[in-house]
């Protein structure tokens, strides 16, 4: 049990204010992330953003590559975050499907003697997070660090590939109850993009 004081004698009590640990997590990370409501409660008005294309199966990729040709979702990722802070995990800095930010590229790892030419270098999720103060930022993988990041999401950003597929990373199943389906365009295949597509954008409730 906390005291969270919101002004001078004015206290609220909160049951188990941070609500995710490590064990939780089931990852080696040694961190604690914010629930919205705990970025309520601490003053943080961000807003924490995951994008990501997926398949039916919920397939991020294979062999830290994507699988499928998409030249329409990957303009449309380019221009949803160009403009932005993002984060992501080394394995994906690392990939040659990457974008980068023009503003700031954040990269997470365990690894403190790492570094990428383009990329501040943080060892946790949260301590990464922290270090922005923009409106809205962006968590683009992979699959590890989407896993992190869903509990303390606003938004999402989601690109569904109408196919399924092979791979060996997959984004995160949510609870649909939880969030508002807040716009969906819904494109065809054509002599580009080999599949049908949607491009979603879900906000928590």
Known sequence: MRFLMLKKGVFLVVKNLFLYDKKDLEVSFNFLIYSPLQKILIGKQMIISLIAAISENYVLGKDNKLVWSMPTDQEYYKKTVENHTIIMGRKTAESSDMFFSSVRNILI?????????????????????????????????????????????????????????EGDSFFPKFDEAEWTLTSAKHCEPDELNPYPFTFEIWSRI
């Open 109 to 165: 790892t365990r690894d403190v003697n790492y570094e990428k030419e383009g990329f501040e270098t943080f060892g946790d999720l949260k301590e990464a997070v922290d270090s922005c103060k923009e409106e809205e930022v962006f968590i683009t993988g992979g699959e590890q660090i989407y896993r992190l990041a869903l509990p303390l999401a606003d938004r999402l950003y989601l690109t569904r590939i109408h196919h399924s597929f």
